[in-house]
């Protein structure tokens, strides 16, 4: 029997019945300010918000990890591929720095620092140094000839060394050697160097350097890690995206130094040796408490290729007495993480694949992970435009015994419909949730994996994200999971896919999606009370539109210019509606609050965002766009103005009594 059908609420309502004329493709304007209408009553309960739909997708892409939240400050440490020429500089004077085709551990190549009689180095710069922080790291040496003296120096941007330390070579063997050091002063722009002097030829390989606290620390950019927590994020998704097709999870595992080079092929081509592996990744979501979602690699049914992701699924679970689980063990980590989110694959239809033979693979990895993670939650991939019914519901007929959550995609490419992008997503989810509702697998939940206006980071940005997390609250709990894209990105990388975390290798600043989603999470609330969408004209008697709500008649009535939530927390304590103005006049919130929950005395806080649509952050400006708290007094009736493109939060807390 299907699931009794939950009435639809006013925005949905309006969708149903109103169909925007090309004119409104972008946010609809009205001629004058307007007022939205919303009825609050604490005794209707509309349904539960999933704090799920406040995830985080973290993707090996522009640098997001690597050169990024990776605390690593050494680029091409191991010399494979093209390492050499792309992040270091050659010196010598009687003598030669090259590369040489000798292994070390999993590489194949090693750097060679021959000394005639001189000196032969190199060095690497743009490297980050905070006065009065220690730095380690280690340094993988070889003695081939002679008895070279070797020293890791570090310098200023004027070349003025800052410390110089000594690196002992003995024996014939590979040996890992330590070194340490305080900085004397900041510089964003030093560089390192690492030099063989005297004679005798040296081989070095697979060279680390971070801020000693942090390597103790769990290896994460102290900053990002701050940036992450302010989202608090409910799970993360991880390795991908499409850089999870690729990933090899055995090669992110271990010893660093015994790590494979994987050159980023999907997102570039940059160096990356894995050192932000499985261990890694379950390491930061516990520091932030969040759930991990593991992606994994699924784009056939060859035995093999299954096997392997399976083989992932025993090393996060299995006790420690299995051949996985010891694995695991001796890689520090002896209880079973627990995982209990597994996806197969991301966007197969980039690999040219049918909706009907995803469903083929669906059912082959679906089946083997209900046997060996009985406890799991399964998603599968849904479509990758909000277009594509066919491809979800296909996938829903053919293997909807073998996954529990349909995982769809949604980027808005056109950054002018930051309004009405947000009604073209809903309305594919509300159709999608109907099919599944009438289908043999009614059970089965919907998750937006991947969402963004994905060509601004700018203020429109963060209103399609204001709208976009209104109309997930509104879905939920049908709607699983949601997770923005893209986390983080280098600033130096192609500017393409925008994102909401924006980091060079000193500092960061939020992306206007950032600002709007961390304020949501902050006032989350799980009850769903009340919600609507767009304006009417406003009246003297604004008492009319509630009082008299059976036989007035509506006028003005101007669609895509406003959304609003209610929410209440789990002890009736908060009351909290989140609100967002698309238009470029000012619009105003009329909420009426009733029923038994409704304080005697409470206090009302307004967080609000506004901006010019083009505004945004720079690392030079990293508050640009920040939230303005005030207060107003409480009352049964509130009326509170938006300014034009604006974004807020009204917070409503019982006094104590």
């Given amino acids: 029997m299907n699931a009794p059908t939950r009435p639809l609420p006013l925005r949905s309502l309006i969708l149903l019945l109103t169909v925007l004329p090309p004119a409104l493709r972008s946010a609809a304007v009205p001629a004058e ?37 990776s ?30 085709d000798v292994r070390f551990e999993n590489g194949t190549k090693s750097l060679r620092l021959q000394a005639d009689g001189g000196r032969a180095g190199v060095r690497q710069g743009r490297v980050y140094l905070q006065e009065g922080r220690t730095y380690n790291g280690s340094v993988w040496l070889k003695r081939e000839t002679g008895a070279p003296a070797v020293t890791f120096q570090v310098s200023d941007s004027g070349n003025h060394p800052l410390a110089t330390v000594p690196l002992a070579v003995s024996g014939p063997d590979w040996r890992e050697v330590g070194y340490s050091f305080t900085s004397p002063r900041t510089d964003p722009q030093a560089q390192v160097e690492i030099a063989a002097a005297g004679t005798g030829a040296v081989l070095v390989d697979y060279i680390s350097m971070m801020r000693a606290d942090v390597r103790a620390d769990g290896m994460i950019r102290p900053d990002l890690l701050a940036a992450l927590r302010g989202l608090r994020p409910a799970f993360i998704r991880w390795p991908g995206g499409s850089f999870a097709s690729t990933y090899r999870w055995r090669d992110g595992i271990g010893p660093a130094a015994g790590r494979r080079y994987h050159p980023n092929l999907i ?38 290729k299954v096997q392997y992701a399976v083989d992932w699924v025993h090393y996060l679970n299995d006790p420690a007495t299995t051949e996985w689980g010891r694995m695991r063990a001796a890689n520090g980590h002896p209880e079973p993480y627990g995982v209990r989110y597994f996806q197969i694959d991301n ?25 060996v993670a009985p406890q799991a939650r ?34 808005e490419y ?84 925008r994102a909401w975390i924006y980091h060079d290798h000193v500092t960061w600043f939020p992306g206007a999606g950032y600002v709007v989603e961390k304020l949501f999470r902050e006032h989350f609330a799980e009850k769903y009370l009340a919600s609507t969408t767009g304006t009417f004209r406003d009246r003297p008697d604004r008492s009319a539109f509630f009082d008299d709500i059976s036989q007035m008649k509506p006028e003005g009535w101007t669609p895509g210019t406003f959304d609003a939530i209610a929410t ?45 649509l083009t505004d945004e ?20 009736d509130l009326a509170v103005a938006l300014p034009p493109y604006s974004v807020a939060v009204v917070e409503i807390v019982a006094d104590s009594p």
């Fill in 267 to 304: 997102w570039g081509g940059y160096s990356d040796y894995y050192s932000f592996g499985t261990d890694e990744f379950l390491g930061l979501c516990r520091r932030l408490k969040a759930e991990p979602l593991i992606v994994l690699p699924a784009t056939d049914t060859e035995p093999g």
């Fill in 347 to 371: 966007e197969p239809m980039n690999f040219n694949l049918s909706p009907e033979r995803y469903a083929e693979i669906v059912n082959v990895y679906g089946r083997q992970l209900r046997q």
């Fill in 33 to 69: 300010p307007g007022v939205a209408i919303l009825l609050v009553d604490t005794d209707r309960v509309t349904g539960s918000i999933n704090e799920s739909i406040y995830g985080q997708f973290l993707e090996h892409i522009n640098h997001s990890v690597e050169d990024g939240l």
């Fill in 414 to 497: 056109e950054p002018g419909n930051f309004a009405t992008g947000v009604r073209r997503i809903q309305d594919y989810l509300v159709k999608l949730r109907d099919y599944i509702r009438g289908s043999r697998h009614p059970e089965i939940k919907l998750a937006v994996l991947e969402w963004s206006l994905c060509r601004t980071y700018d203020w429109r940005a963060g209103l399609h994200a204001a709208g976009s997390l209104i109309a997930y609250e509104e879905l939920s709990p049908d709607l699983a999971m949601a997770c923005p894209a893209l986390l983080l990105r280098n600033t130096t990388d192609n500017p393409e896919w």
């Fill in 617 to 636: 952050a720079s690392l030079d400006q990293p508050g640009k766009i920040s939230p303005v708290e005030t207060t107003q007094p409480y009352a049964r």
């Fill in 71 to 100: 605390a690593e400050q050494i680029r091409g440490r191991g010399f494979e591929g093209t390492d050499f020429d792309t992040y270091w500089t050659p010196f010598g004077d009687h003598g030669r720095a090259t590369v040489a």
């Fill in 568 to 612: 209440g927390s789990a002890d009736g304590g908060r009351i909290v509606i989140k609100a967002v103005n698309y238009a470029d006049s000012r619009n105003t919130l009329l909420a009426r609050l009733r029923g038994a929950a409704v304080p005697r005395q409470a206090t009302v806080t307004i967080h609000m965002l506004s901006a010019a």
């Fill in 378 to 411: 399964i998603v599968a991939c849904g479509q990758k435009r909000s277009n594509d019914l066919d491809w979800s519901q296909k996938l829903v007929d053919l293997a909807g015994d073998n996954f529990d959550i349909l995982g769809c995609h949604n980027y």
